[in-house]
Structures are given as C-alpha cells and as structure tokens.
C-alpha cells in the first residue's frame, strides 16, 4: 500500500520552516511590491528542480513539476503579501519595515506551500502536474492579484483539474483543519450613494431639500432589505460605514455621501440586494423631491467551494489529523479574492486553526501560529500525492 505524507514526515524540516516564516515576516512586502518574496520563492523553487514561471499577474512566480505520465494536474495557492500596519509585537522577528507587517499570515501560507514543495519534489510520491502558485497582492481589493494572474493567462499557461489553497483561521485550536462545502466567504460590495438636494439657510429649511435627512432615511430603509426582502433563511450584511454631509451648524448642505460595504453569500442574494437598493435609495430621495446617483462596484465574488473537491480535501485532512479536528467551519463574512479562481476551476478553500487566542486577522497584535507549519505543508504533500496518486 501507498504511503502518504504525514505531519511526522516533516518534524525534521520543522525548524527551517520556522526559520523562513520569521525571515519573511521580519521582511513584510506591501501588494503589488512583493518581489524580493518572489525572488525567494522562485530560487527555492528552481533549486529543487521546479520549472519556475515569475513575473505572472505582477510578481506572481508558478512552479510547475510534472512527475511520471500520469494526465492529472493540480494547482495550489499561496498568497505573499502584506498589510499597511505598523506591528505591535516586539519579537525579535518582528516586522523590520516601518508600517508594513504580515497581519494576515500570508508569510505563514507562503512558508507551508515552500515546504509541501520541497518534499513533494524529494520524494516525487505522485504522478501527473504540480502547479505551485505564489500569488502578489490578494489585499490590494478590485485588480487584486488573482485577478491580474488569471488576466496573464493563468490557467491557459498551467492548465488543471482544480485548485485549492489554504488561510489560517484566528479562534481556532491549532492542528485543526475546517472545511466547508458550497459557500464559505461572502461576496464583498462596495456602494456610493451621493444625495442630491438643495442647499441654504439652516433657518429656513422650507426652502431647502435638506440631503442630511434625506440620508438618514435611506440608511433606515436600506435596513429593511435585509430584514424584509432577504429570505429568511438566507444572510446577509449592509453596512452604511461613512456617512458625510454638511459643513456648518447654519447650513443645510446641498450634498451628502453614504459609502456601504455589502456582504452576501449567495449570487442570488447579491443581485437582489443590488436591485433593492437602487429601488430603496431612488425613491426615498424621491419622496424629498431630491435625487441620488448610485456607484456600484462589484469586489470578490463568493468563495464558493465545489462538493467533490471539498469533500477529497476533508478526506486528506481527517486521515493526516483525525476525524475530531476537522470540523465544519462556520460562514466567513470577509471576501477573499481565491474566489476569482474558483470561477474557473473546481476546487476547496481551506481554513488552518491559528490558536483560540490568536489576536484577529488585521489585528497589530496578529502573528502566523508556528506550530500549524508542519500542519499545513503536511497536508499540501499529501493532498497533492493522493490527487495525483499513481496508478
Ligand atoms: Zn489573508
């Protein structure tokens, strides 16, 4: 019988895997500016024998090993940039760069997929195409990097089966792997509202269209659609985040500005949402006698992970963990832009335990947990060696 890879396998690898997590993390690189990482990324590569493409989608680097003939592929994916933060943490491995830190453990993601691909190209236990994808700017919002790289011609150049890819997950033990099929990740929308009244003295608003409380009753009715228009069983979010109009207490404003952010799971959901605010916000400014112009700007899709694919990975991850420490994990309301190849590809989006008390995502506090390195890499090596397993 087949031997797999196992979280034991890499206990001797363990400490250069630390080592490197802390040398880039100590060395955080902003989206779009990622390129000593991708230089790091691509020598290691290209010194285990990897076929390295860099410079996709920006400092997007693939590695690509075929092994045997077998005619199954697969991809993975890992995310290097990060964040505008200026680190709390004092550790002697703490961020070197002025208000640059890995506040989301993508030093982390880029440290397990480096170690699954130095064992995976040592012991060669698959048979068929390993695409390694070392993405550039996943936080950098609409034209983030999954974008960019799909854009370059991504999947045309490295063809595949499916592909799958991993984050850390504050607030959950370490060791534990979650998963969920169908939607995981909401589906992020950006809104403008910009109310169009009429502007004058504070003393005489009869003669004014007031667009500060023409606002205010578009963010009270845009709580409705939630709450009355959303199928009950079905989430969502609307959130009106800034809200800015006026410049003086004797002044009524001839304009005021609501951004929103929207969060939904579900493409249905997302387009009715849409369709209920363009009807909510239209006619409330109506019933003012104002008008309002609306921009609406479409961000990541829904992080939609496909049956099979989510219930092979379940498979690899409760045979390398135990049955106990995968549970399902619960929706995420962020977004996150591996969305954008799961448009393309079947394929899971998997979620590490960072530690119960792990400071948040995005959090100065935050660090990438050590311990799940060997973890993570583990599960790289063998879901790639039982996707691919030979015959
Ligand atoms: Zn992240």
Known sequence: MTKYASI?????????????????????????????????????????????????????????????????????????????????????????????????GHDGHTTMLLGAAEYLARTRNFSGTLNLIFQPAEESGIGSGAVAMIADGLFDRFPCDAIFGMHNHPGAPEGTILMRSGPLMAAADTVTITVHGKGGHAARPHLCIDPVVVGSSIVMALQTIISRSVDSTETAVITVGTFNGGTATNIIAESATLTLSVRTFSDQVRALIKERIYKVVETQAASWGATASIEYDSGHPVVFNSPEETEFATVVARELTGEGNVPECPLIPGSEDFSHFLQHKPGCFIRLGNGESSAPLHNPAYDFGDKSLTTGAAFWARLTERFLAQE
């Not at 902003?30 to 691509?42: M, N």
């Not at 993975?76 to 550790?91: N, S, W």
């Open 8 to 104: 034991s396998d890499f206990q001797n690898a363990e400490p250069e895997l630390v080592e490197l997590r802390r040398h880039l993390h100590a060395h955080p690189e902003l989206s779009h500016q990622e390129k000593k990482t991708a230089q790091l990324v691509a020598a290691k590569l290209e010194g285990w024998g990897y076929e390295v493409t860099p410079n996709i989608g920006g400092h997007g680097v693939v590695g690509r090993m075929r092994v045997g003939n077998g005619n199954r592929s697969i991809a993975i994916r890992a995310d290097m940039d990060a964040l505008p933060i200026t680190e709390a943490a004092k550790h002697e491995y703490a961020s070197t760069i002025d208000g640059v830190m890995h506040a989301c």
